[in-house]
């Protein structure tokens, strides 16, 4: 069979549609290629999935392949992708994640990690799994003398316990919040860590949820909270129940967005500064003092790193990327790192991404102070965003060299990721952008921040026209 192995293997993972770009011999090539890149023949390796109708046989395909070269596979059946993260984490073992994240139900992909839930990227190990796995499709998988065997663990009670002792919720004030799951895996997690199905005690936490079901076709909407479409319905139950707050999952629980008692977005670069703030009084009350890092990557609000800084810690500015982050977060020792698209990265979590943990600090932070989240939300939020605005353009080269011709004498130039430019209007109030182009897609993503609100939309204005050309 004809497989596009370079449109399939993306960056950071593996995404394609079922059944035409994904199918499950080249699943089990995966697993194949997977288990002789890490050198995992003799070892374990985890394999859990989502909901999604095609998960469960691409699991099996993927172990068979595993197997065939030698691992022993231990699957963790349905699961978050930080579920995932966490037995790799916890049990030490390179894991594979069958998800397609937040798109629609006619995709599925894998998410890989080494031992201690350690990102697996094209530069680190996924461009090789593709080669190998390439090779074995076309010639076969051949199996060695002693194949793996297989096994099943549950591991959501633990990791339900582990994430309720980095965020300890037990005493904060009775409130009563909404929780969209959008038929993805927040169903089975939220339950397990915010209320008792995994076996813990009972929290002060009211939970009214909303599409808990697990169903991998989406009924009800798509699981992308990044879309402000599909919190319409969380932000009209959060109004209609008179709720404290709303928090949006996404299709594999790895993402989280916050609703205010208003149906108002919070902003992840807002969340981002309030659990920055809280992971650093959190370690320094431990003891820990010196060399604090944080990261942030370059598009969240500025109120991200001054936060940061006024609290004592070194903020350390990123490139976009989820494999990058968590290579990043190892190398200096990050005990948190925040991106805006709300994938939140923790030290005391294997440096793995974790929208459970993120939402806990919220409820935490909320949950100890007389405040509604609204007022809370504010003082992290100062400055003005337009949010990631996506563009189709034909000729990307030339739209950017469209920007960089207005702007030359503006503002500051800096080629970091992707473009940004910064500068102040007449007034003395500053702003920034960035244009950054998709890296399999024909898109340039803008994003602007100013300090005054009708700069924001000015330089938003006229940046996107330039772009459209």
Not at 46 to 58: K, T
Not at 345 to 355: I, L, T
Not at 388 to 416: C, H, L, M, W
Request: hydrophobic letters at 45%; one cysteine or more; charged letters at 20%.
């Amino acid at each position: 069979m004809s497989v596009n192995w370079d449109a399939i293997v993306k960056t950071y993972d593996v995404r394609g549609l079922v059944n035409v770009d994904l199918t499950a011999d080249v699943v089990e090539a995966l697993g194949a290629g997977f288990v002789d890149e890490l050198e995992a023949a003799g070892h374990s390796v985890i394999v859990g999935h989502d909901m999604r109708d095609s998960s469960p046989l691409f699991a099996e395909a993927f172990a068979r392949g595993a197997q065939k070269r030698g691992a022993q596979v231990i699957s963790i059946g349905l699961c978050s992708t930080d579920e995932s993260y966490f037995a790799s984490g916890v049990l030490n073992l390179p894991a594979a994640m069958f998800t397609a994240s937040h798109n629609p139900a006619t995709y599925n992909g894998i998410k890989f990690s080494r031992a201690g839930a350690r990102g697996v990227s094209l530069d680190t190990g996924l461009a090789a799994i593709r080669d190998r796995a390439k090779a074995y499709l076309a010639d076969g998988i051949p199996e060695v003398s002693s194949p793996g065997g297989f096994e099943k663990r549950d591991v959501l009670a633990e990791y339900a316990s582990y994430l309720r002792k980095l965020v300890d919720l037990s005493a904060v004030k009775p409130m009563r919040i909404v929780v969209d799951a959008a038929n993805g895996m927040g169903g089975l997690t939220v339950p397990a860590v915010l209320s008792t199905a995994a076996g813990l005690a009972a929290l002060p936490i009211e939970i009214i949820d909303m599409y808990f079901e697990l169903d991998g076709t989406f009924p009800n909407h798509e699981a992308n909270p990044l879309e402000p479409a599909n919190l319409v319905d969380l932000q009209k139950a959060v109004i209609a129940h008179k709720a404290d707050l709303g928090l949006a999952f996404d299709g594999d629980a790895d993402r989280c967005f916050v609703i205010d008692e208003n149906g108002d977005a919070v902003t992840p670069s807002a969340v981002a500064a309030m659990v920055a703030r809280r992971e650093i009084a959190r370690v320094k009350s431990l003891g820990e003092d010196k060399d604090i890092t944080v990261l942030y990557n370059l598009i969240t609000s500025k109120v991200v790193a001054e936060v940061i800084e006024t609290d004592g810690a070194r903020a350390e500015r990123t490139k976009v990327g989820h494999s990058l982050i968590k290579d990043r977060m190892a190398e200096t020792n990050a005990i948190f790192g925040g991106e805006h698209s709300a994938h939140y990265y923790f030290r005391d979590f294997w440096g793995a991404d974790n929208g459970m943990l993120a939402a806990m600090h919220v409820l935490a932070e909320f949950g100890s102070q007389p405040e509604t989240l609204s007022a809370i939300a504010k003082q992290y939020n100062p400055y003005f965003l337009s949010g990631e605005i996506n563009s189709t353009v034909q000729d990307v080269p030339a739209a950017k060299a469209r920007v960089e011709q207005a702007f030359a004498d503006r503002g500051d130039f800096e080629y970091f990721d992707g473009l940004t430019i910064s500068g102040q209007d007449a007034l003395g109030s500053w702003w920034w952008f960035n244009v950054r182009a998709s890296n399999t897609e024909p898109l340039l993503r803008l994003n602007v921040e100013a300090q005054e609100q009708a700069t924001m939309v000015r330089i938003r204005d006229e940046a996107l026209a330039l772009i459209l050309g």
